[in-house]
């Protein structure tokens, strides 16, 4: 740690520490680290990679496969008896034809030409709670006791599996308060998507159905609280904020009727604000026969700080991917905690991991049941990283996780909002918990380059590409930083150098910022009308060859 | 702990004087003050009811690696149940490429940072294209129920019309996870199923069943090949003619790793295809290694724009030669549309993808075709051994590509009491169908690949008999 970056010099009025102000601080960050800041003269690798589509030789191969045996085709003839006519395939997949080391060769300079979270410095990433992975996890999934489990196979055989599982659920209804839970769900929207079937379950028993119709959400929450109750059939009421950020209650009280199914929201929302008065809207709910459910995506600031059920929430969902440290693999597998009160657990997907003695078992007898969200049990590879995990921390260890990554927000927040062209709104005077959803609306004004040319612009310093917002942006020019405790104060310093950084050069020359990226594996990017034209769209390279390389 | 600060090593600044110089620079005493933002009434005041850290690694994977010895592999045991995730061989390199830190450790990261993510999405997309033989295909998630699922409410928003017709033979598993997707009938949004027969000689469709229940009211007719008891469908093109002829979309369920051999859902006319892609190289991890596809024809803009998983499309950059890969209409999404959107998407299964395009390319067009013909034979054989056993019958028909239904009506044994024996020989039984298909009686749906070896397949066969007497 660079102890000059955080000097607090004794001697300012009354006694009191007086700092370095967070203007001249930025301002010093914000040089190349052999200037004494703490920018890096980065370059991304640069392989000038082709497809794999367009390498190999006809006649290469990249693995040989097993034959049947001289025995095996003895008894049996040839394959190709075996299928159908008109189901034998007539022309061969057009698939590379490449050796080995250079199939290998090829992917793994892919690898070096994605950042992902662990060369990249991920607190550009929020809403995603981009904490370190611990690379023992990662050997102990790899085993051969945890990959190559078939899910069918007899429970005796997988009592380790179901331990886990089983366990896990017992700590996270500790950190949640709640009484039941499922891991089955493949990733934190299709826990949400959980809750909206459980919900429409429990209605259907009671025979409201017909006239519970509508969901309740708020615009900071994430888009999965809006978008799955639909899929479950709902209606979506999207309650907006009030001027300070908060949803508006007055208006969350309109919204409840005897039509309302339950609320899906977010808490903290996106913004990193947390609502005081959550547990009245959830009175309003419970008051109107309806539920309330918990977005829990943003836990981290909380853990074991408040409690979903102690707010009044009939049920909440985490993020196994997220708070509780499995990796997100280029965007999944995943895995989705649900959460809920006894009152809801007869709902729950089947099968269920449940305790007898000291065995395990898997509950697929349960009549009440939504069903089924996935197949099988589910990516328990998450469920085991998040129990080594929790194990790992304690009790103790878990709030420490909620109190680091609070205030790492808040010190990157006292820096960012010393950077020209950067503003927080919602909620003046009132501290965010684990993120800060920032608009760079002045900067766009002042100098036309906008938030995703800064976002572009950024990378080039070798940290990660910023979360700008879910849409819609009701926070104009947005971005949300995360910086969850994974990250030391250099790394805080290093990401508002880059943001200071961004600004400056916008300032300056407006344009240079505008044509960015500039130190990348390729230059920016052109004919993006294929992203909305059918005739130029190709979303496989044979599409492409048709579509494109035809017409040229 | 007690007094002592508990400095993690996943937790840099618990460091005391970091905080502290933190904690000063916001003119703060404690953290405590930021967390006033919430109300003291919805603190919660007590210890978590977690156990205390297991604090070093080398005592917390000690623990971790005790529980899962617990478990039994099916590299310890031969395991020969299927029935939605299989096991087939996974190449090393596809581990040496899936396990590399940047891919493990990726997010959402942009189109230039994480270049090479989006690169090999697309590869796969391509590859993935050639062996269903169609020109869309999107990017995958949860696993091939969910999937279809969704393509029945893809075909839904298509046509404008809410029924689908499944065959009757379907996956029940799968089942379950489609009836969640379609919503209870009684609801204005919801999408019918409705089931047309299968030939309980053969194990493919029923036509004829088909024909009577097929009007101009279903927005789709799907089938699978292979169908969830393992025949090989030889109908496809009939099918589809008939879901064409009523304004019906064909959706295809496939298993992709059988289109080295088998004729693809693309060029049967399928307008949609879907399955899993968990045999493309990917571990089985209890069922965590599947994924579901979803590929269409992209000669009609209304299958892309109604697709409701991400979709990425090539483009090029200011350098010719150069090429880069983005998302295409993002606002079709529920990133982009919240519940104005298709359906939703979210974290899906992205690392299994790029696992799969590393098979793809390793295994090329000669490797598909072998691995296709390696496990029909072998499934044959061992259908053979088995048929041999007094007492034991193979169902079905002949043309099967990797499962059988073995019947075991005759040993006077169920499929439970086999099952549970075979465990002393260190097998694990095919799937019990007893349940599923009462008209089968005692059968298990047993799974044959090119993983299995002729002596593998002795062994089970010995064992079978042994616990049959």
């Known amino acids: 740690m660079n102890s000059q970056c955080s000097r607090a010099v004794e001697g300012g009025a009354g006694g009191a520490p007086f700092k370095e102000a967070p203007q001249e601080k930025v301002a010093r960050l914000g040089r190349l680290r052999r200037d004494g800041g703490m920018l890096r003269d980065y370059h991304a690798p640069r392989y000038d990679e082709p497809f794999i589509m367009e390498q190999g030789t006809p006649g290469e191969r990249g693995i040989f496969v097993p034959l049947a045996e001289e025995g095996v085709t003895e008894a049996v003839g040839a394959a190709a008896d075996y299928i159908p006519e008109g189901m034998n395939r007539a022309a061969a997949p057009v698939l590379p034809e490449m050796a080995q080391y250079q199939v290998m060769r090829h992917y793994l300079r892919y690898s070096q030409m994605t950042l992902g979270m662990d060369l990249g410095s991920d607190i550009s990433e929020g809403t995603c709670t981009m904490k370190y992975s611990p690379r023992m996890h990662e050997e102990l999934i790899r085993g051969h006791k945890a990959a190559d489990l078939h899910p069918l196979q007899d429970e005796d055989t997988m009592q380790g599996l179901l331990e886990i599982v089983y366990e896990t659920g017992q700590y996270l209804k500790a950190i949640s308060g709640m009484d039941a839970f499922t891991l089955e769900p493949g990733g934190g929207s299709h826990a949400v998507f959980t809750n909206a079937c459980v919900m429409r379950r429990y209605f259907e028993a009671r025979g409201e159905l017909d006239q519970r119709t509508e969901m309740i959400t708020t615009i900071f929450s994430h888009p ?8 479950a059939g709902f209606k979506v009421i999207t309650v907006m904020p009030d001027e300070n950020g908060y949803p508006d209650l007055e208006a969350f009280k309109a919204a409840v009727s005897e039509h309302t199914v ?4 977010t808490n903290p929302e996106d913004t990193g604000i947390y609502n005081p008065q959550i547990d009245k809207y959830v009175e309003v709910l419970h008051d109107a026969g309806a539920l309330a459910f918990t977005d829990q995506a943003n836990a981290n600031g909380i853990l074991g700080y408040a409690r979903a059920r102690d707010a009044g929430f009939d049920a909440c969902h985490f993020n196994l991917h997220k708070t509780f440290s499995s990796p997100h693999g280029c965007e999944g597998p995943a895995t989705g905690a649900y959460m809920c009160t006894d009152k809801l657990a007869p709902y729950l997907p089947v099968p269920i991991v449940t305790k007898l003695g000291d065995r395990y078992h898997l509950e697929y007898d349960r009549p009440e049941s939504i069903g089924r969200v996935r197949g099988f049990l589910g990516n328990w590879m998450g469920v085991v990283r998040a129990y080594s995990w929790i194990r790992n921390m304690g009790p103790d260890g878990l709030k420490e996780v909620a109190e680091i990554s609070v205030l790492n927000n808040n010190y990157l927040d006292n820096l960012l909002m010393a950077v020209k062209g950067v503003s927080r709104p919602y909620a003046e005077g009132h501290r965010r918990l684990d993120q800060v959803r920032y608009s760079l609306e002045q900067l766009k004004e002042d100098t036309g380059v906008g938030t995703e040319a800064v976002r572009d612009r950024m990378i080039d310093f070798g940290v990660q590409s910023y979360w700008m917002s879910h849409h819609p942006w009701i926070v104009p020019e947005p971005f949300t930083p995360e910086p969850c405790e994974t990250y030391s104060k250099d790394d805080l310093d290093e990401w508002a150098a880059v943001i200071k950084r961004a600004s400056d050069e916008a300032y300056a020359d407006p344009q240079f910022v505008l044509d960015a990226p500039h130190a990348q594996a390729i230059e920016q990017m052109r004919r993006t009308e294929a992203l909305e034209e059918h005739d130029q769209w190709a979303f496989t390279w044979r599409a492409y060859k ?5 017409a040229e | 702990m007690g007094d002592k600060p508990f400095v993690h090593p996943y937790i840099p600044n618990a460091v005391p004087a ?12 404690s953290v405590e003050e930021i967390y006033a933002e919430i109300p003291d009434r919805l603190r919660f005041k007590g210890t978590l009811d977690i156990p205390p850290a297991i604090r070093s690694e080398r005592e917390l994977r000690k623990h971790v690696q005790g529980l899962l010895d617990r478990n039994t592999s099916s590299l310890e045991f031969l395991n020969f149940c299927g029935a939605g995730c299989w096991q087939h061989y996974v190449p090393a390199v596809v581990d040496e490429v899936i396990n590399r830190a940047e891919f493990v450790s990726a997010y959402c990261g942009g189109n230039y940072s994480d270049l090479g993510k989006y690169l090999a999405r697309f590869e796969f997309n ?10 869309g295909v999107a990017n995958p998630i949860y696993d091939w129920g969910d999937v279809a699922g969704r393509s029945f409410r893809m075909a839904r928003r298509i046509t404008g019309r809410d029924k689908v017709l499944v065959p009757a033979h379907i996956s029940p598993m799968r089942l379950m996870e489609i009836r969640t997707l379609c919503q209870p009938e009684s609801m204005p949004t919801s999408t019918k199923v409705r089931f047309y027969e299968w030939d309980r000689e053969t194990g493919m469709v029923d036509l004829e069943d088909l024909r009577a229940k097929l009007d101009d009211t279903f927005a789709a007719v799907y089938w699978e090949n292979p169908t969830y008891l393992g025949t090989i469908e030889a109908q496809g093109a009939e099918i589809v003619a008939l879901a064409h002829d009523h304004g019906a979309l064909a959706i295809a369920g496939v298993d992709p790793i059988t289109l080295g051999v088998l004729t693809p859902p693309g060029t049967l006319g399928a307008d949609i ?9 990917i571990h089985m991890h209890a069922g965590g290694g599947c994924s579901g596809f979803i590929a269409f024809r992209d000669d009609d803009p209304i299958f892309a724009q109604e697709c409701p998983l991400e979709l990425y499309t090539v483009l090029e950059t200011k350098t010719p030669g150069q090429y880069a890969v983005a998302e295409a209409m993002a606002e079709r999404t529920s990133y982009g549309s919240r519940d104005q959107g298709k359906d939703w998407v979210g974290t899906a299964s992205g690392l299994w993808t790029i696992g799969a395009a590393v098979y793809m390319a390793l295994m090329g067009p000669q490797g598909f075709r072998e691995v296709g013909e390696t496990c029909i034979a072998r499934s044959h054989y061992a259908a053979k051994l088995l048929g041999e056993i007094p007492g034991v019958e193979i169902k079905l028909s002949s043309h099967f590509f990797k499962e059988f239904v073995v019947n075991f009506d005759g040993t006077g044994k169920t499929v439970a009491e086999i099952n549970e024996r075979l465990l002393g020989h260190e097998i694990f039984g095919g799937k019990d169908l007893t349940a599923e298909f009462t008209e089968l009686g005692q059968s298990a749906l047993y ?15 010995s064992a079978v008999k042994e616990v049959a007497r």
């Open chain 2, 447 to 461: 799974c044959v690949t090119e993983y299995h070896d002729q002596a593998d397949i002795e062994k089970l066969a």
């Open chain 1, 262 to 265: 339950g609320c899906m929201i």
């Open chain 2, 18 to 29: 970091t905080k502290r110089a933190m904690l000063d620079e916001l003119g703060l005493r």
């Open chain 2, 273 to 281: 295809a879907c399955g899993d892609i968990q045999p493309l190289g």
């Open chain 2, 126 to 135: 391509s590859m993935l294209g050639e062996l269903v033989d169609l020109d």
């Open chain 1, 546 to 550: 048709k579509k494109i390389r035809g």
């Open chain 1, 224 to 231: 999965c609280d809006a978008a799955t109750p639909m899929v």
